[in-house]
């Protein structure tokens, strides 16, 4: 009777496989790249992202200004209402409105003999003799005290706008400060949100006798709390949110300080970091071509051990040591750059960032990052390595000409089951699972038609007519011949191409979005804070300044939704997805025709004279976002008050216009006796803009002139971040599919090697084996280019239009220019790996065959 074959131990088996690691890592030299790359891009980027939220959230006190914050627009808290707050602990009370700085004195930029401008838009605050509650307001010299009526502290931004400095004069409305000192660091600044403009701070004192505070003026209440230590202030928060339902208040509590700005950073982080899994993804194809390519090279010796004994068990568990001990090293060395990246980030980007965290490990994202690149490795290694644990002896020594790819039940289980385990962690940690799922499946979607795609080719190269020149069929012969690797190279060129067209058809929408469609379409500046009775006074003045002007006036309000159809917005756990327009105040008007830049799409408009109860106009995108109907009804809190509205009408709102774009417009007769201002538009010639402008501040000091250009150039500016940041996670990608090209390259050396020989044997030039593999990599890339074209440019419609609500506009000489430049240089790719070839000769390539 046969005796049962005895198992290698763990200690033998590591003994071989420790031995073996010691001649050399060639063919495992890719499998730790692609693993690097993906694990140390996806640290990385949780790394950024969690130091950033968690520095937020840290210093949520300094960053709100308090504990908890109460705010208001167009007006301010009565005293009753503010003791009231007192009653709660110590508070300190802010003003924040837009308002043009105007440099005093016949040196200042705009004076006499000066073609700078006259006066600079600027946020200016007002600030009590409690503020800062947390933190300290710094100064670039001096310490910060209260401050006198007269005085004024402003940002360097300002300063270098109107060239002055400490102890030269600053006009806003009807008030003359003295700079007392140029501030470095604002506490609250983060949680103030977007500006359009650099800082000053004056006294509340000194705000008021500017005279721009004036019924139906533009500005913002805010008056922050210290409440007591140990003070649960989410419950309190919820709790002033019931008392004072109907006040038309908003609070916010120092847990969340920054809702604005996180929502924003996570939501990029979570963007880049899908990019970084795809990336990682793209990259285990390299792992599996890079362990095909070590485990063809060390095929002999898988043959040996077989043929000594050796059990498929220990096959497995050897190579499985060899494979994991680099795996494991690649993993650790991705975790170690990811997590050193963050600081020489945020010291890259600098004020770009909303914070500047200091450098702490997170454990979560580098485990995150660590549990995807195990993943991603055991997915990809198992069907290679299957091969080689299953087939017999004589089926591995005939290999690289007769390859089998069938896999056994245990590894198609448990390649089942890593993809599923990274499906669980990708979506269990995202902040929008839907948004991920999307991603990882079109990510799917893309390998798997590659792939088909790759078989598709084989096959029909196999049935095509043989061309008559030599070359030619040699070269239509190597995509489907024994050992072929065509399906590898479809997915490597095609992953390529394809990454290198998205990124094209992003950049250059990103680039059209405000290049082309908004300057076609915008004004020349905004006009904010027009007292309501000066209509007639304020067009004279433009027509008199430039006669051509086209003027949109409208009246401007702040208003916050609080019901609609019957539900209370502060009753609900968990807004509807999409509805931005419920978190805070927003903009509200009134009407009696139909708004420039909308198109009605449901209901009628309201006669001109209509006098009934209160209408309103909505959003129809808005309306959907909230299921509503012609007919329901809505609330909105304006200035303290609450007004039922019917919704009268929807329309679609042409945002992109940059003019004056509302979800809600009433009818005249909701609001027209509110305390309110005017806001307009001017659209003009652009020399005629400073003529403008100093005619109106001399006639209004009270309102804000918006130059459109700077908030383009603001705007600009984001997007360029926005897409620096895009084009830096998916230059990863790129890097993993050359990765994946590189390891098709080498899982086919073998193959390519034994080719060469015959054919230098047969008498063929090394120009002419060289030519032969440049041909087979045209013809992919040939077949490849409209699949590519069409892939990419669907992915890049869908980061801009979906992703971020762009319009799309690609440049196509741009995309058609970059697939060309990209086919080239992944054909460079190609054929430096088959340089080698060349330089085979054949008496040593047959004693190693």
Same mark, same amino acid.
């Given at each position: 009777m046969r005796a049962p074959m005895r198992t290698l131990g763990l200690g033998a088996s590591w003994s071989i496989a420790r031995r073996d690691l010691n001649a050399g890592l060639r063919g495992l030299r890719l499998l730790f790249v692609c693993l690097f790359l993906g694990v140390a891009t996806l640290a990385a980027i949780g790394s950024l992202t969690t130091s950033i939220t968690s520095e937020i959230s840290a210093r949520g006190q300094t960053i709100l200004g308090g504990d908890i914050e109460a705010r208001m627009s167009q007006r301010e808290a009565s005293e009753a209402e503010k003791q009231t707050l007192r009653a709660l602990g110590p508070m300190s009370e802010t003003i924040r409105l837009r308002a043009m700085a105007n440099a005093v004195g016949s040196n200042a930029v705009g004076g006499p003999g000066s073609d700078g401008p006259a006066a600079v838009l600027t946020e200016l605050k007002g600030v009590d003799g409690a503020y800062p509650l947390y933190g300290k307001l710094l100064l670039r010299a001096g310490t910060y005290a209260p401050l006198a009526p007269d005085r004024i502290l402003i940002g360097e931004a300002l300063a270098e706008r109107l060239e002055v400095k400490p102890g030269d004069a600053l006009r806003y409305g009807t008030a003359t400060f003295t700079i007392s000192g140029l501030i470095a660091e604002e506490p609250d600044r983060v949680g103030e949100g977007f500006t359009l403009g650099p800082v000053a701070i004056v006294s509340l004192d000194g705000l008021r006798r500017t005279g721009l505070i004036q019924p139906g003026s533009l500005y913002e209440s805010k008056y922050r709390i210290r409440v007591a230590p140990g003070t649960d202030v989410e419950a309190l928060r919820e709790r002033l949110e019931d008392e004072h339902a109907e006040a038309g208040w908003s609070f916010r509590d120092r847990e969340n300080a920054a809702p604005g700005t996180s929502r924003f950073i996570e939501r990029m982080g979570q963007f880049l970091s899908l990019i970084g899994l795809t990336a990682l993804v793209i990259a285990g194809i390299g792992v599996s071509n890079g362990v095909s390519s070590y485990l063809a090279i060390k095929r002999g010796g898988i043959a040996t051990f077989k043929v000594l004994g050796a059990t498929s068990a220990d096959i497995e568990r050897i190579y499985l040591m060899q494979i994991g001990t680099v795996a494991a090293m690649a993993i650790a060395c991705g975790l170690i750059a990811g997590a050193l990246l963050p600081p020489a980030l945020i010291a890259v980007l600098g004020d770009v960032l909303p914070v500047q965290p200091g450098f702490r490990i997170h454990p979560l994202p580098l485990v995150t990052s660590a549990a995807y690149g195990l993943l991603i490795a055991y997915i990809f290694t198992l069907p290679p390595l299957d091969r080689a644990r299953t087939l017999p002896v004589a089926a591995i020594l005939r290999a690289h000409v007769e390859p089998r790819s069938r896999l056994d039940r245990r590894s198609v289980a448990?390649?089942?089951?890593?993809?599923?385990?990274?499906?669980?962690?990708?979506?269990?940690?995202?902040?929008?699972?839907?948004?991920?799922?999307?991603?990882?499946?079109?990510?799917?979607?893309?390998?798997?038609?590659?792939?088909?795609?790759?078989?598709?080719?084989?096959?029909?190269? *196999? *049935?095509?007519?043989?061309?008559?020149?030599?070359?030619?069929?040699?070269?239509?012969?190597?995509?489907? *011949?024994?050992?072929?690797?065509?399906?590898?190279?479809?997915?490597?060129?095609?992953?390529?191409?394809?990454?290198?067209?998205?990124?094209?058809?992003?950049?250059?929408?990103?680039?059209?979005?405000?290049?082309?469609?908004?300057?076609?379409?915008?004004?020349?500046?905004?006009?904010?804070?027009?007292?309501?009775?000066?209509?007639?006074?304020?067009?004279?003045?433009?027509?008199?300044?430039?006669?051509?002007?086209?003027?949109?006036?409208?009246?401007?309000?702040?208003?916050?939704?609080?019901?609609?159809?019957?539900?209370?917005?502060?009753?609900?756990?968990?807004?509807?997805?999409?509805?931005?327009?419920?978190?805070?105040?927003?903009?509200?008007?009134?009407?009696?025709?139909?708004?420039?830049?909308?198109?009605?799409?449901?209901?009628?408009?309201?006669?001109?004279?209509?006098?009934?109860?209160?209408?309103?106009?909505?959003?129809?995108?808005?309306?959907?976002?909230?299921?509503?109907?012609?007919?329901?009804?809505?609330?909105?809190?304006?200035?303290?008050?609450?007004?039922?509205?019917?919704?009268?009408?929807?329309?679609?709102?042409?945002?992109?216009?940059?003019?004056?774009?509302?979800?809600?417009?009433?009818?005249?007769?909701?609001?027209?006796?509110?305390?309110?201002?005017?806001?307009?538009?001017?659209?003009?010639?652009?020399?005629?803009?400073?003529?403008?402008?100093?005619?109106?501040?001399?006639?209004?000091?009270?309102?804000?002139?918006?130059?459109?250009?700077?908030?383009?150039?603001?705007?600009?500016?984001?997007?360029?971040?926005?897409?620096?940041?895009?084009?830096?996670?998916?230059?990863?990608?790129?890097?993993?599919?050359?990765?994946?090209?590189?390891?098709?390259?080498?899982?086919?050396?073998?193959?390519?090697?034994?080719?060469?020989?015959?054919?230098?044997?047969?008498?063929?030039?090394?120009?002419?084996?060289?030519?032969?593999?440049?041909?087979?990599?045209?013809?992919?890339?040939?077949?490849?280019?409209?699949?590519?074209?069409?892939?990419?440019?669907?992915?890049?419609?869908?980061?801009?239009?979906?992703?971020?609500?762009?319009?799309?506009?690609?440049?196509?000489?741009?995309?058609?220019?970059?697939?060309?430049?990209?086919?080239?240089?992944?054909?460079?790719?190609?054929?430096?790996?088959?340089?080698?070839?060349?330089?085979?000769?054949?008496?040593?390539?047959?004693?190693?065959?």
């Open positions: 448990g390649v089942v089951l890593g993809v599923l385990a990274v499906l669980a962690i990708a979506l269990g940690t995202a902040r929008e699972p839907l948004f991920s799922a999307a991603v990882l499946g079109a990510t799917a979607a893309v390998l798997g038609l590659l792939l088909l795609l790759g078989w598709g080719i084989s096959a029909i190269a *196999r *049935r095509v007519p043989r061309p008559r020149r030599p070359l030619w069929r040699l070269a239509i012969a190597n995509l489907y *011949r024994p050992g072929a690797q065509t399906s590898a190279l479809v997915i490597a060129l095609g992953l390529a191409l394809t990454l290198f067209v998205t990124l094209a058809g992003v950049q250059t929408s990103l680039t059209a979005e405000i290049d082309r469609t908004v300057p076609q379409k915008a004004p020349n500046q905004f006009v904010l804070d027009i007292p309501s009775d000066q209509e007639a006074r304020f067009r004279a003045i433009v027509a008199q300044q430039a006669p051509a002007a086209e003027l949109n006036v409208v009246p401007a309000l702040r208003g916050r939704i609080v019901a609609y159809a019957g539900q209370r917005v502060a009753d609900m756990e968990t807004p509807p997805e999409g509805a931005w327009f419920l978190r805070g105040e927003r903009g509200v008007t009134y009407s009696a025709t139909l708004p420039e830049g909308s198109d009605l799409v449901a209901g009628q408009w309201w006669a001109p004279d209509y006098a009934g109860p209160p209408l309103i106009s909505l959003d129809e995108e808005a309306a959907k976002t909230l299921n509503l109907k012609i007919g329901d009804s809505m609330t909105v809190s304006v200035l303290g008050r609450e007004i039922e509205a019917k919704i009268a009408s929807l329309r679609k709102v042409n945002w992109d216009s940059m003019g004056f774009n509302y979800v809600m417009v009433f009818s005249p007769s909701a609001l027209a006796s509110a305390p309110h201002s005017l806001t307009a538009t001017i659209t003009m010639d652009e020399a005629q803009g400073p003529g403008v402008t100093r005619a109106l501040l001399a006639a209004f000091p009270g309102v804000s002139v918006i130059a459109v250009a700077e908030v383009v150039e603001q705007i600009s500016g984001l997007l360029e971040q926005m897409s620096g940041a895009i084009v830096a996670a998916a230059s990863i990608a790129i890097f993993a599919g050359v990765a994946v090209l590189i390891g098709a390259i080498a899982a086919s050396r073998q193959a390519r090697s034994y080719d060469s020989v015959i054919l230098k044997t047969l008498g063929a030039t090394r120009w002419q084996i060289l030519g032969t593999q440049a041909m087979e990599y045209a013809l992919l890339a040939a077949t490849l280019a409209l699949v590519s074209l069409a892939l990419g440019m669907g992915a890049a419609w869908y980061v801009i239009v979906q992703v971020f609500e762009f319009g799309w506009a690609p440049d196509w000489g741009v995309v058609l220019a970059t697939l060309a430049g990209g086919a080239i240089i992944t054909l460079g790719i190609g054929l430096a790996g088959s340089i080698p070839l060349m330089s085979l000769r054949p008496s040593r390539a047959l004693r190693e065959l």
